[in-house]
């Protein structure tokens, strides 16, 4: 293992290319803790210390933990790359509903560099929307709960002028920020966008685990980094699963050549969904809190009934009524985003055109529902295995008081893994075509 990490720096083109993926990390977290023009930094610092035990609640929590924690600093990467994140899903999903974008999915690399343009403006269009809820919220007081809406005042000045010139910045960021993750990909190890989720992830892990630490010392943070270091070896274990449905290819004589004969399989992973059911399972789960923000009593009135309930059940994630319609969201959104991304009559109507088979199994239609038949069971397994990880932060907010950005779980700890193994297998595959020899045995 040690002599591959020599033999990687040992590798000029690959040292240099890991060299220039560090250093355009680096740029963007110090980004992350520049503030943007007009915000009071030390009433925003002052402000997340006092609320460092609870954290921000609901959508905020998701984009705060995809920013490594720039949000509630009001950078100029506040945003991070949830608007990219954001805009690739939309994509994905108009291309069930307008046949435009199906079409350029099916065209090869030139639809493909179609649909990543038009995820780029979409990505600036919402990283202007997101700015401008994001500077509303923070000029309410509102940003940090709404206990503390008197002193967490961090804006300087709530001019339109000013206003305007701190959504231009945190706009222009996430541009910045999406320029970054090309350039990884182009000219650094590869998978530029996901890198740089996965840092700032993992710079949330020490603080997340030292407020474990400060409210219920050092054994149950130990206690806690064991069960960690389990759950990761069971989400390495599950994602790297896959139900192999074997194909063969029948041979064909054109001419005096044979071609086909061949044999390979479909993979089928555990997980096909990844962490796009968690991420919407939360979206939706934000939306009562913001109904009982727009509903809340006037000065001498009694709340109404159904927003008492909802802040007793659907706000705050430590309740059993808000676990439990999570677990079940997250497994219908499993379910939801797997038929989108994975149509088997059209896998079926690609096999039979090319001659492939399954053995025992006609081509067409008897092919295509048994891939939906074989695809039912592995995502039943895989969802009730994503609603299980989703729920990981929730019962560490309620037993263990950590933050809800807690790492071993949830969507954190699932791109995490993801992206380790992706990276490394990236590398690993640079290298065995200079040395024939990888980081994998």
Known sequence: MFSAIGRIFRTPDLRRKIVFTLAIVSLFRLGSFIPAPFVDFNNVQACLVANQATGPSGLYDMINL??????????????????????????QLLRVVIPHFEALHKEGQAGQAKLTQYTRYLTIALAVLQSTTLITVARSGQLFGASANQACQNLVSQEWWAILIMIITMTAGTGLIMWFGELITERGVGNGMSLLIFTSISATFPGAMWVIKESRGWEVFFLVLGVGLVVIAAVVFVEQSQRRIPVQYAKRVVGRRTYGGSSTYIPIKVNMAGVIPVIFASAILYLPMLLTQFNQPQIGEDPKGWVVWVQNNLVTGDQPFYMLVFFLLTIGFTFFYVQITFNPEEVADNMKQYGGFVPGIRAGRPTAEYLNYVLTRITSAGSLYLGLIALIPLIALSFFGANANFPFGGASILIIVGVGLETVKQIDAQLQQRHYEGLLK
Request: proline share 4%.
């Open 66 to 91: 995809f920013s490594g924690g720039a949000l509630l600093q009001l950078s100029i990467f506040a945003l991070g790359i949830m608007p990219y994140i954001t805009a690739s899903i939309i994509t």
